[in-house]
């Protein structure tokens, strides 16, 4: 059996019940097959494989928080320091239910990969908890971002480990994290990002997932003749990357028409209004069922659905595997011409072969949706050097890194006889610089 598949099953058997993981594993070992294949020997010697799918170090904790009610509630905590071989780790924290530690460890090790492409340094974490924000006051989110922190405070810090936002997690949280870790320990450093613009957070950080991934689609369709100028799109979602992607889609000309939430979604052939979907989530935290009442002619719909609708350009900006099968049959009889994804991994394997063999294009999230942890890396800097930079000079250079990263997983596609299969070009993109970097230190 080749190294490859030796360590497919090894993942599969030892990590029993995360089958988030295991796909994600899958996905970019079966992409770099051909690195792997052509130092078979040396690389199973130095168990690299090995090496590359278990994390250095795993945290798992309890977080005691008290409601409004004075009823205490136990939630637990993760942080999962999967690789630092080319900087400290990086990643977000997720607040959401379906968190568990297939999931934590699915999102750490895409980040490792996504983290390369930014050409930044920083390695590859994630972290979070199965607290639900939904419906908890503004105190209650406070306490439990506290307690989180009493615990999480001890395994992070500007140069080992810096967290950011990721669903559930927003400014709001980011904010009370920091002064809980200000407190405890006496350190004013940029051990978060996302933070606010008043205390060390970067202009253009809270746009920069949503308008990375159109930096990224514009790229791709360029690269390609084709312009993005008058075409539309569906997008799922109506959190940060979400909001973002469309804002930015309706400036470069394209015509959003969809958007959704955990209950439902809604149709807008007139163009999602944007400033209505920011007054309804980011203001009021209400659902879409609100949106009617800024645009008398949309559609709400319950359940899922935005992938029915015709478009040229689909982002999924929600969550990991909400585009199936089904949906990329129905993108490609809409006559789709890509897919980019906005949020980690939204695509099914089955679907994400099925939009590949029919000729749309894809990008998967961890080059499309690089934007955001980019420009955390950018906040890094400037709190290193104690600066912040104009709007300007942060959103420029969040282009130029999706400009170079598109490029870089095309070229990479080319180079190992992939051409415009931006899976294998992110993967093998992405894992040749961890991979130099892991060899020049040794097995460590
Ligand atoms: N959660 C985001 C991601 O999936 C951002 C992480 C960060 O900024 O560190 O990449």
């Not at 390695?123 to 607290?131: A, L, Q, T, V, Y």
């Not at 950080?205 to 790229?219: D, K, P, S």
């Not at 939430?261 to 609100?290: C, F, H, M, N």
Request: with cysteine; net charge negative.
């Amino acid at each position: 059996m080749s190294y490859v598949d030796e360590v497919i099953e090894q993942v599969t058997a030892q990590n029993p019940g995360e089958p988030e993981f295991h796909q994600a594993v899958r996905e970019v070992l079966d992409s770099i097959r051909p690195v792997i294949d052509a130092n078979e020997a040396k690389f199973r010697k130095d168990a690299l494989l090995e090496r590359l799918v278990n994390p250095e170090r795993q945290i798992k904790f309890r977080v005691p928080w008290i409601d409004d009610n004075g009823n205490a509630h136990v939630n637990t905590g993760y942080r999962v320091q999967f690789n630092s071989a080319i900087g400290p780790y990086k990643g977000g924290l997720r607040l959401h239910p379906s968190v568990n530690i297939g999931i934590i460890k699915f999102l750490g090790f895409e980040q490792i990969f996504k983290n390369s492409l930014t050409g930044l340094p920083i390695g590859g974490g994630k972290g979070g908890s199965d607290f639900d924000p939904k419906g908890k006051s503004d105190r209650e989110i406070m306490n439990f971002c506290q307690s989180f922190m009493l615990e999480l405070y001890k395994y992070i810090g500007a140069d080992t480990d810096v967290p950011a936002g990721d669903i559930g997690t927003g400014g709001r949280e980011i904010g009370y994290m920091f002064g809980m870790y200000k407190r405890i320990r006496g350190l004013f450093e940029g051990t978060l990002t996302g933070k606010g613009l008043s205390y060390g957070g970067s202009l253009a950080r809270t746009e920069a997932t949503g308008y990375g991934l159109l930096y990224m689609t514009q790229e791709l369709l360029k690269d390609h003749g084709i312009d993005i100028k008058g075409k539309t799109a569906v997008v799922s979602g109506a959190g940060n990357v979400a909001i973002y992607a469309i804002e930015k889609a309706h400036q470069l000309g394209a015509k959003v028409l969809t958007c959704s939430d955990s209950t439902g979604w809604v149709y807008d052939p007139d163009g999602i209004d944007v400033a209505a979907l920011k007054q309804i989530k980011e203001i009021d935290r209400a659902r879409l069922t609100e949106y009617k009442n800024y645009r008398p002619n949309s559609e709400y719909h319950e359940g899922r659905g935005v992938w029915q609708i015709k478009a040229d350009i689909a982002l999924p900006c929600a969550t990991q595997n909400e585009l199936d099968i089904e949906d990329a049959k129905q993108l490609v009889a809409n006559g789709a011409i890509a897919v980019c994804e906005g949020a980690n991994m939204p695509t099914t394997e089955a679907a994400t072969k099925y939009l590949q063999d029919n000729k749309v294009f894809f990008v998967p999230g961890k080059a499309a949706n690089a934007g955001g942890v980019a420009t955390s890396a950018l906040e890094m800097s400037q709190n290193s050097e104690r600066l912040s930079w104009s709007f300007e000079e942060v959103d420029s250079k969040l282009n130029q890194i999706m400009v170079n990263l598109y490029h870089n997983i095309a070229k990479a596609a080319d180079k190992y006889g992939y051409k415009d299969n931006f899976v294998v070009g992110a993967n093998i993109a992405g894992f040749e610089k961890v991979l130099d970097a892991m060899n020049a230190q040794g097995i460590v």
